[in-house]
């Protein structure tokens, strides 16, 4: 109704006067990550969910095509990587390459390239929703082509251990991203009773600050890959196992349970 908008528009005039000028805390940055962010994932928990469920969908339909079609992992992987790939199975070590690059380079590339998939990933919801789950498609497809080619080659446990090492932060990050990029694109698009350029505003924030939350496990997951995926052949399956379920645990836990929790306590106050 008209008058709802006026009520909003009021409610921004004001919160701009309040806060325009006012210094930063010294604690702000741990309020950022202690409430603000898990509030903001709490608020978009139910894009999360569709994020997930296009990512593991569009992995299933990856699976299913390379299953039918031998040549379409050339297509989605590239003809020269799955050819290098399968010159490394045959010299016993299928994961080599990630040992061919300095620690260091490969941990800034890696990182780098993760936070840039992210952002490209947010930003396309500016093309509406529709165009953050065309990136989870892709990247949900990679990932179904990938695990389908090594379980073709019966390594799919060895893979499976090897990626999931750090895939496990770098994939939920990605997801995760995702949600922020629905939420940019239905602000954009379907405002509801707020002005689409005030509503847009607010959607560039809340998102930017969701992925500024995710940063550091982006940084965690390319420090892991650079530095602890090279050893997987040395590595015991105990020890493959707790880092997978730890990421897993760290990932569930500060993005859905605590937000939720968080929530809770501040609706009861």
């Not at 031998?70 to 080599?96: C, H, R, W």
């Not at 390459?97 to 952002?119: C, H, P, W």
Request: aromatic content about 14%; charged content about 15%; proline content about 3%.
């Amino acid at each position: 109704s008209e008058t709802t908008r006026y009520l909003n528009q009021m409610a921004i005039k004001l919160h701009r006067q309040i806060y325009r000028n006012q210094k930063e805390k010294s604690s702000r940055i741990a309020s950022l990550f202690k409430t603000e962010i898990p509030l903001l994932f709490n608020k978009n928990a139910r894009f999360i969910y569709i994020s997930l469920a296009v990512f593991l969908l569009s992995a299933l339909l990856g699976c299913l095509s390379v299953h039918h079609d031998s040549d379409f992992a050339n297509t989605i992987l590239g003809a020269e990587y799955v050819q290098m790939t399968i010159q490394n199975i045959q010299k016993g070590d299928p994961m080599a390459v990630y040992g061919k690059m300095d620690e260091e380079v490969m941990f800034l590339l890696i990182t780098t390239n993760n936070i840039f998939v992210s952002f490209l990933v947010f930003l396309f919801g500016f093309l509406t929703p529709l165009g953050t789950l065309w990136q989870l498609f892709r990247n949900g497809m990679m990932v179904g082509v990938f695990q389908t080619f090594f379980f073709e080659q019966n390594l799919l446990h060895t893979a499976t251990m090897a990626i999931m090492i750090h895939g496990t932060l770098e994939l939920s990050a990605i997801v995760l991203a995702g949600s922020a990029g629905i939420a940019l694109g239905k602000n954009i698009f379907f405002p509801g009773t707020l002005p689409r350029l005030e509503s847009f505003k607010i959607a560039i924030r809340e998102g930017t600050i969701m992925l500024i939350g995710l940063v550091p496990v982006f940084v965690l997951a390319g420090f892991i890959e650079s530095y602890i995926t090279r050893h997987y052949n040395h590595m015991s399956l105990t020890a493959n196992i707790l880092i997978i379920v730890f990421s897993f645990t760290f990932i569930v836990g500060y993005f859905i349970v605590y937000p939720k929790k968080i929530a809770n306590k501040i609706t009861k106050n």
